[in-house]
């Protein structure tokens, strides 16, 4: 925690160790969570397609958010970033059993914005939230 002021930063040993980031920020009643890309714990984006990363990058979030002691149905809103929108349509039905797989039939409120690059090259989808916090 910060001095004073209420902040707490969450880093779990279990992601790649952050460089000018924190993975997630507890304050108040709220959770901040860094936008998460398919990185390993190794600092590696994982090879694959959307699927693939999607579950990924979405793993990521998840272990973030639970280091920062919420759970997948505390999420408030969730931004997905994509190289590919056309290819994520496409691959819907998949990418919608991974959520359902990892964070159950909650859905809360989402956006997907497409855009030209990501920060890793390799790196086809990236994925932000909020969510509320626990105790």
């Not at 040993?13 to 959770?31: E, I």
């Not at 280091?67 to 290819?87: H, K």
């Not at 497409?114 to 509320?132: F, K, R």
């Amino acid at each position: 925690m910060t001095a004073d002021t209420g902040i707490e930063l969450v880093n779990p040993d279990t992601l790649a160790k952050p460089s000018g980031f924190t993975h997630a920020v507890r304050h108040g009643d709220t959770v901040h969570l860094s936008g998460q890309t398919a990185m390993d714990a190794h600092g590696t984006i994982v090879s694959g397609n959307i699927v693939d990363q999607f579950r990924q990058a979405l793993s990521n979030v998840l272990a973030a958010l639970r280091a920062a002691g919420s759970e997948p149905s505390d999420l408030l809103s969730v931004r997905i970033y994509l190289l590919d929108i056309p290819g994520y349509q496409a691959r819907g039905k998949e990418i919608g059993a991974a959520w359902k797989e990892l964070c159950g039939r909650t859905y809360p409120a989402m956006t997907g914005v497409g855009v030209t690059a990501l920060w890793q090259p390799e790196a086809l989808i990236e994925i932000e939230a909020t969510a509320a916090r626990r105790g």
